[in-house]
Nanobody, 122 residues
Framework: QVQVVESGGGLVQAGGSLRLSCAAS????????MGWFRQAPGKEREGVVC????????YYVDSVKGRFTISTNNAKNTLYLQMNSLKPEDTAMYSC???????????????WGQGTQVTVSS
């Protein structure tokens, strides 16, 4: 059974940092591409960063390049999103997901976590 569970969200001031975690079970990162997605009120869900199975390739949305970094700890079967220099426009519900193609870094992947809220104050 494929399952992902996010944690690490919270309230931070602009310019601060957070690290989100996604604990995966029922599969390994050799089986699926992984991604972090976010959805803010009134906006469509967007792919923030996606990583290929086995971690060989990544895609970052332009708005987070240079600020966010995806990583994995394969021994712990955990995916991370390090978020630095946070901006108010980063405020959203962040979810991790597993899918087939990292290149299609959108909100249409089959396996989702419950989400963790990130709020950045100005």
């Amino acid at each position: 059974q494929v399952q992902v569970v996010e944690s690490g969200g919270g309230l931070v001031q602009a310019g601060g940092s957070l690290r989100l975690s996604c604990a995966a079970s029922g599969f390994t990162f050799d089986d699926y591409a992984m991604g972090w997605f976010r959805q803010a009120p009134g906006k469509e869900r967007e792919g923030v960063v996606c990583i290929s199975r086995s971690g060989g390739s990544t895609y970052y949305v332009d708005s987070v390049k240079g600020r966010f970094t995806i990583s994995t700890n394969n021994a712990k079967n955990t995916l991370y999103l390090q978020m630095n220099s946070l901006k108010p426009e980063d405020t959203a519900m962040y979810s991790c997901a597993a899918g087939e193609l990292y290149e299609y870094c959108s909100g249409s992947w089959p396996y989702w976590g419950q989400g963790t809220q990130v709020t950045v104050s100005s």
